[in-house]
């Protein structure tokens, strides 16, 4: 059964027109050196961050599956219920992270006009929404995420999930497509702030890339 399931799965990512052809997940390269964030993280925490915790979920996930390398990790992550639990957190992780990067920026940047009018209309304002998001965040009982996400309503939603769950998982209930998201498990931030998690979450409004937040934002907008 599982192994019809897999081919199910192969074939719909092809008549999906996606490139599957890889011979393994591999590592996304960074835009900016280990060193280019420090208002937000050090160095340190940066290199313990990506090549430690990362490419370690990146190297279990192509050794749990040997015969599925090919399935694109965003086409994994919208199945994951086909997958067992250890293929889950290790998919979870690769494609968390591998978002997280992009939405992270050594140059200032700010949100689009037509994103900063669509957080004002679902969130108050921008000042209400970041509480919000830090709030949440804060919430947080453990190791997860927090998540800026666009709903099947098409309204801006701050959610949390916990470990490498995130709300594009057919698991999550009243998921949604990621715009932002926040790593708050305590490798994301302990060498360089201990347990201050709240000074933590602070700082990464000054490195978020608004440039990728509102391009993502760019597709998912309704045409008029």
């Known amino acids: 059964m599982k192994l019809l399931e897999r081919k199910i799965h192969l074939l719909e990512s092809l008549l999906d027109g996606k490139n599957i052809f890889e011979a393994n997940y591999k590592a996304q390269k960074l835009d900016y050196n280990l060193n280019s964030l420090s208002d937000f993280i050090g160095k340190d925490t940066m290199d313990v961050h990506y090549n430690g915790h990362y490419k370690t979920y990146l190297k279990k996930l192509n050794e749990l599956l040997p015969d599925e390398k090919m399935i694109p990790i965003e086409d994994l992550i919208k199945k994951i219920s086909r997958y067992n639990k250890k293929i889950r957190n290790n998919a979870g992780g690769v494609y968390n992270h591998q978002l997280f990067w992009k939405m992270l920026s050594p140059n200032k940047t700010k949100p689009s006009k037509e994103l900063l009018e669509k957080i004002n209309k679902d969130f ?13 965040a804060l919430d947080r009982f453990g190791s997860g995420w927090v998540w800026l996400i666009m709903g099947k309503s098409g309204r801006l939603r701050v959610v949390s999930t916990p470990n490498q ?9 009243n998921g949604g497509k990621i715009l932002l998201g926040l790593d708050i498990w305590e490798h994301a931030y302990y060498l360089s702030y201990r347990n201050e998690r709240d000074r933590y979450i602070k700082n990464f409004w ?6 990728f937040v509102s391009s993502e934002y760019q597709k998912l907008k309704p045409t008029k």
């Not at 769950?165 to 209930?173: F, G, K, S, Y």
């Open 124 to 136: 108050g304002s921008y000042d209400e929404f970041k509480q919000k998001f830090e709030k949440v």
């Open 165 to 173: 769950d995130n709300p594009e998982m057919n698991i999550i209930r």
């Open 206 to 211: 000054k490195v978020v890339n608004w440039d």
